[in-house]
C-alpha cells in the first residue's frame, strides 16, 4: 500500500530512466528531483541507456543515488532490453519515471513484455516533440499508453494533447532553478574563451541549432558590438550549428570577431552570473535557458513563444520580442546595455519569482503527489486483478 490510514507513507520505489546523464536540462532536472526526493518516503534508482558522465551523474552519485548504465540500441536490441527489464524488476519499482524521447519509447517496450500484475506504472517527461520517421511515430504511440505524461507548461502540455495524450493523464509541473552561489573568476572565465580579461559577456546559446535560433543571436549581436568595444556574445552548449553558427559570425565580423563558444562545460548555471544580460532565442522550449538566468539574477531577452511567455514576465524580469526579429532583439538588449540600474532591478525580479515559483522544493511536492497518486492506482489494479 503506498499509505496508511495513520498518514504514514510507505516506501515507495522509484526507477529514473534517461537518454543519458550528459550535461543537458533533462538529466539536471532529473539529478534535481532524485536527490531531493525525501529518503524515507522513496527509495531510487536511475538507469541511462547513453553516457553517464556529466555534473548530473556526479550529483547523483554525491548524493548516493544508485546508476546503472543500460545500453539499448533500439526496440531488437534483445540483450539490452533483457538487461533492462532486469534492472527494473531488481528494483522493485512501482513508477517507472522515463526522461526524454529515447527513455520513454524503450520503457514503455521494456514494460509491455511484463506481467500486467506487478508492472511499474509508467510516467513521461520529455518526450513532447518525438521526431520523424519509425522511431518518432513509435516515440509517440508510447507517449500516449503512458499512465502520467508530465509537461513543464501549458504550451508543452497541448502538444501533448494535439499527439493524441488524454487530458486526464496530464500533469503540468514546472522545472526548477536552483540560485547559483558564487560565480567563477570572471577573467579566468575569460582566458579561458579567449576573451579579453575584462569583457562585458551576453550569454545566448543553449544547443547550437535552428530550434534554438544559433544564427538569430548572432546577427542581433552584429548590430550592437560597434557600440561597446567590450561587448563580447558567448554562444553556451553545444551542437550542430556550431560550425555555422561560427563562420556566419566571422563573416559578419571581419577582423572583430567577438564571439565565443563554451562547449558542453558544467559550471555554466554558475558561470551565468558574470553575464550582464540572457538571450533565449529559442522558436520552441527555452524555458531552462531562461530559469536559469533568472536564477541568476539576470535580465532575459527572449524571443516571444509560448512556453518563453509562461516564464518571462515583459518589462519585469525582461523583454519579449518576436520570434525571428533580429532588431527588435538587438534593440532591446541596447536598452538594456545603456540603464544598468534597469536591468539590475529586472534580474532580482526574475531571481525572486524564480526562488518562489520554481523552487526544487515545489518541484518535489508536485512529483511526489503524482508518484502516490499512482501508487493507489497501482494498487487498485492488483486487487481487482
Not at 270 to 284: I, S
Not at 308 to 316: A, F, H, Q, T
Not at 329 to 345: G, N, S, Y
Request: proline content about 5%; aromatic content about 6%; charged content about 25%.
Amino acid at each position: 500500500m503506498p499509505f496508511s490510514n495513520t498518514n504514514h507513507y510507505d516506501t515507495l520505489k522509484l526507477f529514473f530512466l534517461t537518454s543519458d546523464l550528459g550535461d543537458d536540462d533533462a538529466a539536471g532536472q532529473l539529478a534535481l528531483l532524485a536527490c531531493a526526493l525525501p529518503r524515507n518516503r522513496f527509495e531510487v534508482a536511475v538507469g541511462a541507456l547513453g553516457a553517464s558522465k556529466g555534473t548530473a551523474t556526479d550529483t547523483l552519485r554525491a548524493a548516493d543515488v544508485g546508476i546503472s548504465t543500460l545500453p539499448v540500441r533500439n526496440a531488437l536490441d534483445f540483450s539490452g532490453m533483457r538487461r533492462l527489464r532486469r534492472a527494473v524488476r531488481e528494483s522493485g519499482a512501482t513508477v517507472l519515471h522515463a526522461f526524454g524521447v529515447d527513455a520513454v519509447r524503450i520503457a514503455r517496450l521494456c514494460l509491455a513484455r511484463r506481467g500486467e500484475d506487478n508492472a511499474p506504472q509508467l510516467v513521461a517527461t520529455g518526450a513532447a516533440d518525438s521526431g520523424g520517421g519509425i522511431g518518432g511515430w513509435l516515440a509517440a504511440r508510447q507517449v500516449r499508453r503512458a499512465d502520467r505524461v508530465i509537461a513543464t507548461g501549458w504550451a508543452e502540455a497541448e502538444r501533448y494533447r494535439r499527439s493524441g495524450v488524454n487530458g486526464n493523464r496530464l500533469t503540468r509541473i514546472a522545472p526548477a532553478a536552483v540560485p547559483p552561489l558564487t560565480a567563477p573568476d570572471h577573467a579566468q572565465f575569460c582566458r579561458d574563451l579567449g576573451a579579453p580579461e575584462s569583457a562585458q559577456l551576453i550569454f545566448a546559446g543553449g544547443r547550437l541549432d535552428a530550434v534554438h535560433g544559433a544564427k538569430d543571436a548572432v546577427g542581433a549581436f552584429d548590430m550592437i558590438r560597434y557600440r561597446s568595444p567590450a561587448l563580447q556574445l558567448v554562444m553556451t552548449g553545444d551542437g550542430p550549428d556550431r560550425d555555422a553558427t561560427e563562420g556566419l559570425g566571422r563573416a559578419l565580423a571581419f577582423d572583430d570577431f567577438r564571439i565565443r563558444f563554451t562547449g558542453a562545460r558544467p559550471d555554466l548555471a554558475t558561470a551565468t552570473l558574470l553575464a550582464d544580460q540572457v538571450w533565449v532565442t529559442c522558436v520552441r522550449g527555452g524555458e531552462h535557458l531562461a530559469l536559469r538566468a533568472m536564477a541568476a539574477g539576470k535580465p532575459v531577452v527572449a524571443y516571444h513563444t509560448p512556453e518563453l511567455g509562461e516564464i518571462i514576465d515583459d518589462g519585469v524580469t525582461g523583454y519579449l520580442v518576436p520570434p525571428g526579429d533580429r532588431p527588435a532583439l538587438a534593440t532591446k538588449a541596447q536598452m538594456l546595455l545603456a540603464d544598468p540600474e534597469a536591468a539590475a532591478r529586472m534580474g532580482e525580479a526574475g531571481l525572486a519569482i524564480a526562488t518562489e515559483r520554481f523552487s526544487v522544493a515545489r518541484l518535489v511536492e508536485q512529483h511526489t503527489r503524482v508518484y502516490q497518486e499512482l501508487a493507489e492506482e497501482g494498487t487498485a489494479r492488483a486487487l481487482v486483478s
